[in-house]
């Protein structure tokens, strides 16, 4: 195998190419501003209900009895602790005597029982990012009130208005609307823009935008060779076009949606049918399905009329949406797992839609947004009038079969029909059979009560066999195996006596059958290849029984030449009278008569079996099954729980929305319905004053790197206020507008001035903006984990690009110890909950357990290392050296040139090609390696470099 040259002309040619870019390029995340929004939002979700509820009692100002000197009711009693000193150090998990206590290792807290793993597990992530706590006083386990019109007053609960566009000094300056909102506010700072970006850089800017995928050498030079005036706008079209911009923008949505292909917790099921819901959500994109629609089906989809099966397919699809979340089904109390669901859609769908933390009311009146429990507990009466889960010890995930097309609808209703008419017929001859039996007064001993002399085999092999199967001597040991039946229930009387088995050319051809009565013994012989007399059971001749123990039936394999078979031994009651002739032969007659229907029923039986086994055989392919929601039987309102404890009920809370968030049409939510679709309807209506506020800064946020509200999950008052309030009402008013369309706000936003702008700045813009919120520039992206493995893949030559389906491997069980090993697009990769890709998860993908709508940036010594040292990387740097070698015969300055236009999307600087020009000759003629070593060793380098995951 080859490898990178490991030496001083590798290092020295790294430390080159990533000096040279990186004085250019700064990470626009590394100040996230909503890092601490999101440990307040995961306190108040995960940690202060469980405090209250299970710690409070003991450890509150309040508390009857101060236990250990520990007070959790405030921010400094938690960091204090008590006498035993402090229970944890932030950010060092592994020095907490909270967790230990948690999980019973020290003490054992709280003393009423071991909290579930996943609390425990919460605990351990909140420590982990440094212990946020908001609290700064005495806690309040629930607020008096809450002044919702008050609360109305915030940015966020004002309705979307109408902006009127600012005067600005250069109108020439600004190609749109967006232009002149952003031009306004820079020139009230007296700030100058950067030029607009170069179009090597505008194409891969797009390129990575818009597809998630680079632009290759022949995609560049066609568009910098267009120098018409629309040439950008045409190439922004052509890439909205493409079916790669639902994978990109789709994967975007999936973060908010929490999307996973397993459940994590407990022991972590697959969720087998949830790419229905990632391609789902890749055709919507792909389609520019109105956002409004978008929101009505993942929420109300099974409720939505549709114009025919495959936009039903789609409405069912979606509703998966609410079915994904992380769930631990082995919860043994089930009205806490059905309410710790319940409160997990109520989290995502307030972070999804609205950017609200609903989840914080739960226990309480939100601490900090005008939302009272009672809001929480409204949503919750609608969300449990839904159906989502399936009883069991380990509870299930509610299903409902594919929809058809309505011919193979149709065929699949006749098959039903008729296989219910062969079933009903064959049931209502094995009632028919079982009266004729009872007429004769039958007794059947199934071989499970024989008594076996030998070693004999339990078989169920072939079918119609009496009992749980049937036994055979396994053609050995001939005349040392038996099996005797003893008839001990059978009263003095006559009896036909039967033996069943199964009959095929390899059975023995003269099995001795020895019947023992207390009038003798008597051998038959039954030749076991010939069928039973009536499919089953071949008569063995009638014989008197006295019922004393010593009778017997004995079945041996003396002298046989086959197999020898014993399923069952059936007794017959015969006709026995002490009257007349004549009446003797009237009971004869019935007797044989009885037998006769016998007969013929059990051959109709045989033959409806046969047309059964047959129709099976015929039947339509099976419906796939797809992850799906009910309606309730009996929706209704819920209580309002204390402190968040499904086992203390408070008042009934009507079911209904947000209080702060209404819209002007009155949503009425019927009876006799659960409400999603009314509530689905206030969310997606053009007055709800964040639905469309909070979309357009999503679209943003992935074009800037920054949103214009940057905590774009949280536009409560905890999340940052708009940096341009006017546009972000303009940009919603537009989406509206347009008919909810994502591809237009894009295409507008892409279009725009203000995103064609260089990403270089001068020192006085860094100085008086340093956060560059006023957008004197553009910002220089990170490379999300995904566009950072396609494009690895895509420059050497082994991206499959195809669209995807199932992609969990068959015949997985667990996602424990998957190997990920197709080259198929990062969209595609199966997400589990507790196994992600590996690289994948080094370059910041997004916690699936969670709701994410701002992915984080770090900048790690493991991903250098990754990308120095992975196998894949090695492997994939080969396969672009091989390409270089082969495409580019032996001219040096051409494959430096193609590299660098591959993987970098511009071609090297002077200094760039001297440098690598410099490091093949060493490499080759001083370090000893060949030539595909040294080209390998060259594209690892610029792999790693920064400007390969950076978008300027």
């Not at 043994?332 to 995502?348: F, G, H, N, P």
């Not at 062969?422 to 059979?433: D, F, G, I, N, V």
């Not at 051809?509 to 020895?514: I, L, Y």
Request: one cysteine or more; glycine letters at 6%; aromatic letters at 8%.
């Amino acid at each position: 195998m080859l490898r990178p040259v490991q030496s001083f002309y590798t290092v020295r040619l790294m430390f080159l190419i990533v000096m040279m870019s990186v004085g250019s390029v700064t990470d626009v995340d590394a100040k996230d501003a909503s890092s601490k929004s999101k440990g307040i939002e995961f306190f108040e979700a995960k940690i202060r209900p469980v405090l209250i509820k299970h710690c409070y009692e003991c450890h509150a100002s309040n508390s009857k009895s101060i236990r250990g000197g520990l007070l959790l009711d405030t921010r400094a009693g938690t960091l204090k602790g008590g006498d035993s000193g402090a229970i944890f150090t932030p950010g060092k998990p592994e020095e907490s005597l909270l967790l230990e206590s948690l999980r019973f290792e020290s003490f054992e807290m709280p003393p009423s029982g071991k909290l579930a793993p996943e609390i425990i597990a919460d605990f351990e992530t909140w420590i982990k990012m440094g212990a946020p706590d908001p609290r700064d006083g005495k806690s309040k386990i629930v607020r008096q009130s809450i002044d919702i019109e008050k609360g109305k007053q915030f940015w966020a609960f004002q309705p979307v208005k109408k902006q009127s566009l600012p005067k600005v000094s250069d109108p020439a300056w600004s190609r749109s609307d967006i232009d002149r909102l952003i031009r306004f506010a820079q020139e009230k700072q007296n700030l100058t823009t950067a030029p607009d970006a170069d179009r090597t850089t505008l194409v891969r800017r797009l390129y990575y935008d818009l597809i998630g995928l680079p632009p290759t050498p022949n995609q560049i030079d066609q568009f910098l060779s267009d120098e018409s005036p629309d040439a950008v706008a045409r190439l922004v079209d052509q890439l909205l076009a493409s079916p790669h911009f639902g994978e990109r923008w789709g994967r975007y949505w999936l973060d908010v949606a929490r999307y996973s292909q397993s459940t994590g917790g407990g022991r972590s099921l697959l969720y087998q049918s949830a790419w229905r819901y990632r391609n789902y959500i890749i055709d919507a994109f792909n389609q520019d399905k109105p956002f409004d629609e978008f929101i009505m089906e993942q929420i109300a989809g099974d409720l939505l009329e549709s114009n025919n099966y495959l936009q039903k397919r789609e409405q069912l699809f979606a509703t998966a949406f609410l079915v994904l979340g992380p769930t631990n089904y082995e919860q043994q109390d089930k009205e806490q797992l059905r309410m710790d669901v319940i409160d997990e859609q109520i989290q995502t769908v307030g972070r999804a839609f609205l950017a609200m933390t609903l989840g914080c009311a739960r226990c309480h009146d939100h601490k900090f947004d005008p939302i009272p429990a009672t809001d929480y507990y409204a949503l919750a009466g609608i969300f449990r009038s839904t159906k989502v889960l399936t009883p069991g010890n380990v509870s299930g995930w509610t299903k409902r079969p594919l929809p058809l097309s309505p011919e193979k609808q149709r065929t699949r209703d006749e098959y039903i029909q008729v296989m219910a008419r062969l079933t009903a017929a064959q049931k209502a001859k094995q009632s028919h059979l079982k009266k004729l039996e009872q007429k004769l007064n039958t007794i059947t001993l199934d071989d499970s009560a024989a008594t076996l002399v030998g070693n004999w085999q339990k078989s169920t092999f072939f079918k119609d066999y009496v009992g749980q199967g049937y036994i055979h001597d396994q053609h050995a040991a001939k005349g040392k195996k038996q099996v005797k039946f003893s008839p001990k229930q059978l009263k003095s009387g006559r009896y036909d006596v039967q033996l069943a088995y199964n009959s095929a050319e390899s059975r023995a051809s003269r099995v001795p059958v020895t019947i023992k009565t207390s009038k003798g013994e008597h051998t038959v012989y039954v030749n076991q290849r010939i069928e039973p007399t009536d499919g089953a059971f071949s008569s063995l001749g009638e014989f008197e029984f006295s019922g004393t123990k010593n009778e017997e039936v004995i079945i041996s394999n003396a002298g046989t030449d086959g197999y020898v078979i014993v399923d069952a031994i059936r007794f017959i009651s015969a006709p026995v009278s002490q009257d007349s002739e004549k009446q003797k032969e009237v009971a004869v007659n019935q007797y044989k008569h009885t037998l006769l229907k016998i007969k013929e029923t059990k051959k109709q039986l045989k033959s409806l079996k046969l047309e059964i086994a047959n129709k099976k055989k015929a039947a339509p392919p099976k419906v796939a099954e797809i992850m799906s929601i009910y309606e309730d039987e009996q929706p209704g309102d819920y209580h309002l729980l204390i402190r968040g404890d499904v086992h203390n009920l408070g008042k009934k809370v009507p079911r209904g929305f947000l209080s702060v968030a209404q819209v002007q049409e009155s949503i009425m939510i019927p009876k006799v319905s659960s409400g999603r679709l009314e509530m689905a309807q206030w969310i997606a209506n053009p007055q709800n004053p964040l639905t469309a506020r909070v979309y357009v800064n999503r679209i943003w946020r992935h074009l800037f790197g920054v949103g214009l509200v940057r905590t774009v999950d949280n536009f409560g008052t905890r999340g940052e206020l708009p940096s341009h309030p006017e546009l972000l009402d303009h940009l919603a008013l537009k989406l509206i507008e347009s008919g909810w369309s994502t591809k237009s706000m894009i295409r507008e936003i892409v279009l725009s001035k203000t995103y064609q702008l260089s990403s270089e700045s001068t020192a006085k813009q860094r100085t008086a903006d340093p956060d560059n919120r006023l957008l004197t520039h553009q910002n220089h992206k990170r490379l999300d984990a995904e566009a950072i493995r396609d494009t690895i893949l895509f420059v050497s030559g082994n991206l499959d690009l195809s669209r995807q389906n199932q992609t969990i491997k068959e015949n997985t069980k667990s996602e424990y110890g998957y190997q990920f090993t197709n080259n198929y697009r990062s969209v595609y990769i199966p997400v589990f909950r507790n196994r992600l890709h590996e690289l994948l998860a080094i370059f910041d993908f997004p916690d699936p357990n969670l709701s994410v709508g701002n992915r984080n940036t770090s900048t790690l010594s493991t991903q250098a290392l990754y990308l120095m040292n992975n196998p894949f990387v090695i492997n994939q740097s080969q396969k672009l050296a091989k390409r270089l070698i082969e495409e580019f015969s032996e001219d040096q300055s051409s494959r430096i040139d193609a590299l660098f236009q591959m993987t970098l999307g511009r071609l090297p600087n002077s200094n760039e090609k001297m440098g690598m020009e410099r490091f093949l000759s060493e490499a080759k003629l001083k370090g000893g390696a060949s030539e595909r070593e040294a080209w390998t060793a060259a594209c690892q380098t610029v792999i790693a470099c920064i400007d390969f995951r950076y978008i300027k």
